[in-house]
């Protein structure tokens, strides 16, 4: 089984809000390794190219090249649980900075 760090960026087949369909999305993984290893599930962040539209707890991701993205993108606050077998690939590592700046908008968005 693959081990999922914090940061990684994957590819998963997200439903949709009104459960109609799926596609294929980057979401980058915010649960600990510990979590990761000790379950079958993992926590993720979905991230959207659709960087006009910014909500609460969604953060503009500066370096989405070194991200692994093909384009620029944020991380939302729409966060899933899902199984570990859903994830298709690992794309990239969100950079240290990147994910430090958006720790602080998870804090927020969860009111830690």
């Known amino acids: 089984m693959t081990v999922y760090n914090r940061g990684d960026i994957v590819l998963v087949g ?11 999305r980057p979401a980058v993984a915010i649960s600990s390794v510990a979590y990761n290893r000790s379950r079958q ?3 993720v962040a979905a991230i959207t190219s659709n960087t006009r539209r910014r909500l609460a707890g969604d953060h503009l991701i500066a370096d989405w090249k070194g991200a692994g993205l093909l384009f620029p993108s944020l991380a ?7 199984k570990q077998s859903m994830i298709q690939r690992k794309v990239g ?5 990147e994910m430090q700046a958006f720790d602080l908008k ?7």
């Open 14 to 24: 997200f439903v949709f809000s009104d459960e109609s369909g799926t596609k294929l």
């Open 41 to 43: 599930e993992i926590i």
């Open 76 to 82: 939302t606050g729409i966060f899933r649980t899902i």
């Open 93 to 97: 590592t969100m950079p240290k900075p």
């Open 106 to 112: 998870l804090r927020q968005s969860l009111g830690l």
